[in-house]
């Protein structure tokens, strides 16, 4: 898979440093932050059958002690790095990314539930993002109002 536009890019790598320590798929240096923000890594995060459970579960791991004050740190300087006039303008440039993000998992949700909780990985393999496909999950954007 191709290296997305710059500002999903860092919205991932923000995710990524979040996760750290409550995601499985997330290597870890012995100081607890990734020992990879590659584009590779965001993706091998997001196509564990973790993911979305760490990623609504991001609250317990704030209780339970698992993110670091560096790994917030980092993700936070990330997201003020998204160009932008004003803070309007970068949270409005997350909104409309996180929101492409949402729309992908609740197509990919519904559809792995039609088919019996098949795994991502298996109804979308590599080199599945074609045009076709793309549209499509614009379509399921829309349909969401996304």
Not at 6 to 26: D, K, P, T, Y
Not at 52 to 76: H, M, P, W, Y
Request: with cysteine; charged share 25%.
């Amino acid at each position: 898979m191709g290296r997305p536009p710059q500002r999903v890019f860092l919205v991932f790598q923000s995710v990524l440093h979040l996760l750290a320590g409550s995601e499985s798929s997330i290597q870890l240096k012995p100081s607890g932050t990734p020992k990879d923000v590659s584009w590779a890594s965001c993706v091998t995060m997001m196509r564990s059958r973790s993911f979305l459970a760490s990623l609504l579960n991001i609250q317990q791991a704030v209780d339970d002690g698992k993110l670091t004050k560096e790994n917030v740190k980092v993700a936070k300087a990330l997201l003020d790095s998204i160009e932008g006039d004003s803070e309007d303008d970068k949270v409005n440039i997350v909104a409309r990314t996180s929101s492409a993000v949402v729309a992908y998992h609740t197509a990919v949700s519904e559809i792995s539930a039609r088919f019996g909780g098949v795994c991502a990985k298996d109804l979308f393999p590599e080199g599945w993002h074609s045009r076709r496909h793309q549209s499509a999950l614009r379509r399921s954007a829309e349909v969401y109002n996304l």
